[in-house]
């Protein structure tokens, strides 16, 4: 039997929990929660073959995709320059270098998201990201070129099915995101109800804004949906585009790591005082503190350059060393604590009780006539959930050891030196 799923365990009643404050600079912040479960994160699958095959797939498609890439590429071309009173420009050296998105980031997507829609990408430059009238010419050019922006369909978060009108009917929406502050629905009136729907948000929490959006082609038969998106960002120039690379690097590819440790990495998620709830708190902590060493100060420097403007203080894209070896013990002591994590949650997991829900939760047995559960069966699933629990054990050690590789190599960039 495949167990798709493990249960979250519940240690105590919520009133055994008190809220309690962190000082954000120890080791072990405390959990502030009414209720926590102990939780072990597993993927919905074994996809290693499911990844290896996408692999195979991006590689049969890169000629066909370069050949599509460069005729999106060149409509971009044509309308940014039709629209450079607008502001609009076009990066020759940056599109040709990455026409698509490499290998690495589709599968990582794929594996994080269950698609990736965004193979071929674009990046204008555009400073006035407040102009939706110019926006608005920018679309009707890209018509003009035979590219629409893409519909989609989105996921009633309550009802797990399409969001539909009253009629029943799906709602379609603009594939466009807009992370920006000070646009709303009513800013973008000039473009029509159906561009209303789009997707608006503030910027990052690190204060990278864009707009991003993905286009189809018109010339292509069939549904719009099952056509070859083409994506296009738009920053605010070549400074906001390095600070953008520089982040994925040092902020970003340590954090995914993490976050692909098999641990809930929401602290109130695990109970006080245990291996995971430590795991969680310091990733979060690790991850505040390059997004507020580095992140910020990068984004908020690059678009002052960009937008030229006078007198900006040039902020210090640094980490202190007080911080820096911070940062290090706290990834330190994750590593230090999975052994510990593993023996908690292989006590919990095979617990009669526990192994029982998983089997009452797997697809197999939904769909069984014969709802008898036997002594046997619990001993394989057992095994099974053990075999699983070494095989994740062992990953995650591997993976936290590349985690520690690339945080050294941030702090050497960006730590205060002597």
């Not at 495949?2 to 929990?17: E, G, M, Q, V, W």
């Not at 245990?274 to 390059?290: H, P, V």
């Not at 007080?322 to 990834?331: E, G, K, M, P, R």
Request: charged fraction near 35%; aromatic fraction near 10%; charge should be positive.
């Amino acid at each position: 039997m495949l167990i798709t799923s493990l249960p979250r365990i519940n240690y105590y009643d919520n009133n055994n929990l008190m809220q309690s404050q962190r000082n954000e600079l120890r080791l072990k912040p405390q959990l502030c929660a009414d209720t926590v479960s102990f939780c072990a994160r597993p993927p919905k699958f074994d996809n290693s073959f499911f990844m290896d095959a996408l692999g195979r797939g991006y590689d049969s498609a890169e000629p066909s995709l370069i050949a599509k890439a460069k005729e999106f590429h060149g409509s971009l071309k044509k309308v940014v320059e039709k629209l450079k009173a607008f502001g609009f420009e076009y990066d020759e050296s940056y599109n040709s270098a990455c026409p698509l998105k490499k290998k690495k980031s589709v599968l990582d997507k794929y594996e994080r998201q269950g698609n990736a829609q965004d193979i071929i990408r674009g990046t204008l430059y555009w400073q006035d990201q407040q102009d939706v009238m110019a926006f608005k010419k920018f679309l009707e050019e890209m018509k003009d070129e035979g590219w629409i922006l893409a519909p989609l369909r989105k996921v009633d978060k309550e009802t797990g099915d399409f969001v539909k009108n009253k009629n029943g009917s799906i709602i379609k929406f603009p594939d466009l995101e807009i992370r920006q502050e000070g646009i709303t629905a009513e800013s973008l009136a000039p473009l029509g109800e159906y561009m209303q729907r789009a997707e608006i948000s503030r910027p990052r929490e690190s204060t990278y804004a864009d707009w991003q959006m993905r286009f189809i082609s018109t010339k292509e038969k069939g549904m719009k949906e099952g056509r070859q998106d083409c994506e296009v960002i738009f920053l605010y120039g070549p400074k906001y585009k390095d600070a953008k690379e520089i982040e994925h690097k040092y902020v970003y590819e340590p954090i995914r790591k993490m976050k692909k440790l098999h641990v809930d990495m929401d602290p109130e998620h695990h109970p006080k005082g245990t291996a995971g709830n430590l795991i969680a708190s310091n990733f979060k902590e690790i991850q505040k503190r390059l997004v507020q060493f580095i992140s910020q100060p990068l984004f908020v420097n690059a678009f002052n350059a960009d937008l030229k403007i006078k007198d900006a203080e040039k902020l210090p894209v640094e980490i202190s060393k007080a911080y820096s070896h911070l940062i290090l013990n706290y990834a330190k002591s994750i590593q230090k604590s999975l052994p510990s994590y593993y023996t908690q949650i292989t006590k919990e997991l095979l617990k009669d009780e526990q192994v029982i829900a998983s089997i009452k939760n797997s697809p197999s047995y939904q769909f069984r006539e014969d709802k008898t559960i036997s002594p046997k069966e619990i001993k394989e699933v057992k095994s099974e959930i053990k075999s699983k629990l070494i095989d994740w054990k062992e990953k995650d050690t591997e993976r936290i050891v590349g985690v520690l590789e690339d945080l050294r190599q941030t702090l050497d960039k960006f730590a205060v030196k002597d």
